[in-house]
């Protein structure tokens, strides 16, 4: 009974010298598949000829180890450079443990006897490879996404080895914001980018995430870049495996502007306290003098002897208050300006 998988036609690169063996293959192939399209190579250079033609859209070649042009090893390893997605199922009549072990390690999917086969088998492990072979090949492509959106982030990331504190991996937003090449940054571990009196404190929170891989770490740190520039920049990290070990990934978000415009703003707050304090006390003097006045032509009233030394108090007082509530202004309007400028 034929396969209707999807009805795909499949297209099958034979690669055999030998036409015997290619015809037995041929009528099990077409014993178990829908109308398969079917090529035969009859060497290595035919076979890369078909793989490397944009017109077939190869689904599986099926190699045989001995061929005219090539053989072994050297012929598995050209073969698999050519067909990089597509699964390559070795077909040979010869029994070597060692070399069908060899051969997966050199990326073939698969390794068969020839004298075992017959038409279920084949069509078995056929399947078999090209759902792997699909699986593989979505988990490559998942993984170069997942590498894209590291390398390509507009923010500065790095992994880092949580022992040895070394970089592993750097991306190129992390490479322009700070000055290093990657080449630069694979030879230096963290402590490099921070300045040299927050290390110890660098080493104590280190210690203490690793006793705790699971923890999402966000905190914002002082970096030092190679021109020497010092940085405020919120951290968010956690921990992943890594080329075999156990990795830190950071994402860098530089705050440095934000944190020197709150300071900017505490330093403004500081400021208006400090003219608060003083003109409130300033103040005071010339609105106690009006204010005796006030009480002395209430509570006394005036003659014509008092009124004009009364009146030239209450007149220079008020100028007096005049002068001061101006000058506050003044100093108010500069610590705006002085905000604002600084926010731009």
Same mark, same amino acid.
């Given at each position: 009974m034929k396969s209707t998988i999807e009805n795909k036609t499949y297209q099958i690169v034979i690669v055999e010298d030998n036409a015997g063996d290619y015809t037995l293959i041929k009528d099990y192939l077409e014993e178990k598949f829908l109308s398969p399209k079917i090529y035969w190579a009859k060497n290595f250079k035919e076979a890369k000829a078909i793989v490397t033609d944009d017109t077939i859209k190869t689904d599986l070649l099926l190699l045989d180890l001995s061929l005219p042009d090539k053989s072994g090893e050297e012929l598995v390893t050209e073969i698999?450079?050519?067909?990089?997605?597509?699964?390559? !199922?070795?077909? $040979?009549?010869?029994?070597?443990?060692?070399f069908a072990v060899k051969s997966l390690s050199l990326g073939v999917s698969d390794y068969l006897i020839k004298d075992e086969l017959d038409a279920n088998s084949l069509y078995i492990n056929i399947i078999y490879n090209l759902e792997r072979k699909k699986t593989l090949l979505q988990l490559e492509n998942s993984e170069k996404r997942y590498s894209d959106l590291f390398h390509f982030s507009p923010q500065p990331m790095w992994v880092y080895n949580t022992e040895s504190l070394r970089f592993l991996d750097v991306n190129i937003a992390a490479e322009k914001h700070y000055g290093y090449s990657l080449q630069e940054f694979l030879g230096m571990t963290i402590k490099d980018i921070r300045p040299v009196e927050? !290390?110890?404190?660098?080493?104590?929170?280190?210690?203490?995430?690793?006793?705790?891989?699971?923890? &999402?770490?966000?905190?914002?740190?002082? &970096?030092?870049?190679?021109?020497?520039?010092?940085?405020?920049?919120? !951290?968010?990290?956690?921990?992943?495996?890594?080329?075999? $070990?156990?990795?830190?990934?950071?994402?860098?978000?530089?705050?440095?502007?934000?944190? $020197?415009?709150?300071?900017?703003?505490?330093?403004?707050?500081?400021?208006?306290?400090?003219?608060?304090?003083?003109?409130? &006390?300033?103040?005071?003097?010339?609105?106690?003098? !009006?204010?005796?006045?006030i009480d002395i032509i209430k509570n006394y009233g005036i003659d014509d002897t008092d009124n004009e030394n009364l009146l030239s108090h209450l007149i220079t007082s008020a100028q007096e208050l005049d002068v001061i509530i101006k000058d506050i202004t003044k100093k108010s309007e500069a610590i705006k300006l002085n905000i604002n400028k600084e926010s731009t």
């Open positions: 698999t450079l050519c067909c990089h997605a597509i699964p390559v !199922i070795v077909l $040979t009549g010869y029994s070597d443990t060692n927050e !290390i110890p404190q660098l080493i104590k929170r280190v210690e203490f995430l690793n006793e705790q891989p699971a923890t &999402h770490n966000v905190g914002i740190y002082r &970096h030092q870049k190679k021109n020497g520039d010092i940085i405020f920049v919120e !951290i968010q990290s956690n921990t992943i495996p890594f080329q075999n $070990t156990t990795g830190r990934i950071i994402l860098a978000n530089d705050v440095t502007e934000r944190m $020197t415009y709150v300071q900017a703003i505490e330093k403004q707050n500081e400021k208006l306290q400090e003219i608060a304090w003083i003109q409130s &006390h300033v103040v005071r003097a010339p609105l106690a003098r !009006i204010m005796g006045i």
